[in-house]
């Protein structure tokens, strides 16, 4: 399989992660998104929406969106589970997933604040308050759904799906300086997290098309 | 079960029109999000994330996001089946679903638009423009993706969870006046699916919460 990933997209991190902790073999494509490769006619003709990440399988299918990804890796790699097997509690942890996917993730991404910057003029300053509002709204709830667990991953004693989207979004947060004191939990499960092999594999710093690694 | 619901909200129309697929029974309880109902206390305690929709269990369990709802729906309640069976059908039905999900839904909702225009003082203008421009980015791509069916459904020959994401995104599409003569395929198929009476039960035109309803 070839997963076209960017180093420092959150949504290519969370899909490292999870291919890691399944042991996936995978080849690696990189997809500069600060040259805007992914606009470019040969990573259209695969994913015409023009997004990283993309997951292309043996069969030349090409499938897009991290969480589509993930619940494929989920339903094609069983073993390690990454979902709860009661369909409540897999429900529970589905939504504190999406709760980053669609309410943090597509309102910092690039796309948008280039938009806010360039399109409707934002200063430095707009677009960091922008940033902070749209994380703690829903770290807000994150740090209360996680509060009562033991503070090394979000749900249980092993890596979920939970902390394939947990672990990119702290990233991003910490990348863009928010004020994270306010999620000691979140915080706690973040260093746990990091620490571990399949995520310290899946980091940006460690990808080969980040520059700092090639040079 | 419960389901808390705003007539308007596209997010909870989608899983109206899911839960009418498959026949099942619920009481709606509305969430006026016009008088930030959903930010009250009695709403935050069962949602701490403040966000509609939201279901509750026979036990209590109040489940948010509503592809989480969507996708215990489908575990809980697997016929008619939603998704393929097929797993990479699956993944690519996904990636379709979540295109809209995540790439526009959050991008266009009240409580972005609003933050542009008080906090960052948009004009009417540049709140359409924004407004127009993620729908832009999305329907494209999934214009591609439905072009070679028969325009009643956006894949196969029944109603399945794309066409739970894309109904309601494009009525908020026409409400806010976007031009989607572009999607001649989608066009055709919002007018096929909302004359069948698990969309049109699920309308927002026909919710007892809006206003034009009950007077």
Redesign the interface.
Known sequence: MKYYSYFRSSAAYRVRIALNLKGVDYEQVPVNLAKAQQQAQAYLSRN????VPALE?ADG?V???S???L??LE??YPTPALYPAD??K???M??F???I???V???NNLS?LT??RD??G?DPQ?VA??YS?WVY??F??AE??VATGTGKFCFGEAPSMADCLLIPQMYNALRFEVDVTAYPTLSAIYTHCTALPAFEAADPARQADNPDQAS
Do not use: F, K, M
């Not at 015409?48 to 997004?51: A, W």
């Open positions: 015409p929406q023009g997004l399988l299918t499938l897009s969106q969480i589509a990804i619940e494929w339903d094609t369909a409540t897999r429900a529970l589905r939504s997933c999406l709760n996917a669609c309410d993730h597509p309102l948008v938009y806010l399109v409707l934002a707009q308050a922008w509002h709204r829903v807000d709830a209360q759904q």
